[in-house]
């Protein structure tokens, strides 16, 4: 596995993902920032949070087996909410959660969240991006 994540001791522990990853592969994989299509262009969960994180994490997911990776290898995930606040944090992680069980992965890299005032169409509530490490 090219990515290890950690903890560090100085650091508070978090559950939703780990404070640091450490790169030792060769390849950098960048997934562009998915939002909650399907594979025919058609937004999944319009106005449902929780299910279009869940659809993002899918389509991260289906990105990264296309090259030969999986959440494993994944460093660093970036995800953008539309007009974010901490009451939208449990349709966040029940999102995760249902992507993780679908996946069978517990996907807990570094991350940032951030909160937009937009994304590409008015129907999209989340995009999520993610840097991968393969050998």
């Known amino acids: 596995m090219a990515i290890i994540l950690v903890n560090p001791s100085g650091l508070p522990e978090v559950d939703a993902y780990r404070?640091?990853?450490?790169?030792?592969?060769?390849?950098?994989?960048?997934?562009?920032?998915?939002?909650?299509w399907?594979?025919?262009g058609v937004t999944v969960g319009k106005g449902d949070l929780?299910?279009?994180?869940?659809?993002?994490y899918l389509?991260?997911?289906a990105a990264l087996a296309e090259v030969g990776a999986s959440f494993d290898d994944v460093a660093k995930l970036t995800i953008y909410v539309v007009d974010w606040t901490p009451g939208k944090m449990s349709q966040?992680?029940?999102g995760?959660?249902?992507?993780?069980?679908?996946?069978?992965?517990?996907?807990?890299?570094p991350g940032t969240l951030l909160g937009v005032a937009a994304l590409d169409i008015?129907?999209?509530?989340v995009e999520i991006e993610a840097t991968a490490v393969i050998d």
């Open 96 to 109: 995760i959660a249902r992507a993780a069980t679908k996946l069978g992965v517990t996907p807990v890299p």
């Open 59 to 61: 389509n991260v997911g």
């Open 19 to 36: 404070q640091v990853s450490i790169a030792t592969g060769s390849k950098l994989v960048f997934i562009a920032g998915q939002v909650a």
């Open 122 to 125: 008015p129907e999209h509530l």
């Open 50 to 56: 929780a299910a279009q994180v869940e659809q993002c």
């Open 92 to 94: 966040l992680m029940d």
């Open 38 to 40: 399907d594979v025919n």
